[in-house]
């Protein structure tokens, strides 16, 4: 199954800077009819209010929140597509004072926030036969100490991303998880990533994964190093139908 962005409505968390920021812009520019803006804070998006008009809608989300999460699918009930881009990032290693809650307030976001988004919205998706999008990252297939915490709570959300790949997959829509290296975000300048990639990459890279039907995406030079490593073990476990 694939999805195109022309014509269709998309919902972004996290839609108001960096890669959140820039996927908007792709999808407008692709031909997306609305693009709804979901950020903790409803002033933060002003530049692309006025920018691109009645195109974006600017709705409040907390993606920690199961009550925000049922309200925002309640509002949003015309999407197709549903891009799961917000979370958080702190460098923390394994080792610490304030381990537990370091990876709990990453759990919360990265990995309960998936949930959230995708049994919030299951059935308008299901209705629709839209997409479902969840930013993952490099760092779900191999921890870096820095961001060991980090890297342990998109482990886990790319475990879920697999999951969902099998129930909503079953019911018509496709799910896409994308894998992007250090990409020039905050979150790379904190954890002192140098030479990160443009956001343009990730951005582009979902409209055309989208469009070719992929379940990985792996959008920037470093993360397509891991993409070589990594085929023969998702063509052959993680894509494979152990059913029989």
Do not use: C, W
Not at 33 to 44: E, G, P, Q
Not at 91 to 112: C, H, M, R, S, W
Not at 125 to 151: M, R, W
Not at 220 to 227: L, P, R, S, T
Request: no cysteine.
């Amino acid at each position: 199954m694939s999805t195109t962005i022309e014509n269709k409505v998309a919902l972004v968390t996290g839609a108001n800077r960096g890669i959140g920021k820039a996927i908007v812009e792709s999808f407008l520019n692709h031909g997306a009819k609305k693009v709804y803006l979901a950020v903790r804070d409803t002033n933060s998006t002003k530049e692309l209010e006025e920018k691109y008009g009645d195109k974006v809608v600017t709705v409040k989300a907390d993606v920690s929140n199961t009550k925000s999460i049922q309200d925002l699918a309640a509002q949003a009930t015309d999407v197709d597509i549903v891009v799961n881009n917000a979370g958080i990032g702190t460098p923390y290693a394994t080792i610490g004072e304030d381990f537990e809650k370091d990876f709990t307030n990453q759990l919360q976001v990265n990995t309960f926030g998936l949930l959230r988004i995708a049994n919030a919205f299951a059935k308008t998706l299901v209705d629709k036969k839209g997409a479902l999008v969840q930013l993952n990252s490099i760092a779900s297939l191999k921890n870096f100490p820095q961001l060991s915490t980090y890297s342990a709570s998109k482990a886990a959300s790319y475990s879920l991303t697999q999951g969902l790949r099998a129930d909503l997959g079953a019911k018509g829509v496709q799910v896409l998880s994308v894998h992007p290296g250090p990409v020039d975000t905050d979150m790379s300048a904190a954890a002192g990533f140098e030479g990160a990639a443009p956001t343009s990459d990730v951005s582009e890279g979902i409209v055309t994964a989208l469009a070719a039907g992929d379940f990985h995406l792996f959008p920037d030079d470093m993360a397509k190093q891991f993409e070589g490593a990594y085929q023969s073990f998702s063509d052959n476990i993680v894509l494979a139908d152990f059913s029989e």
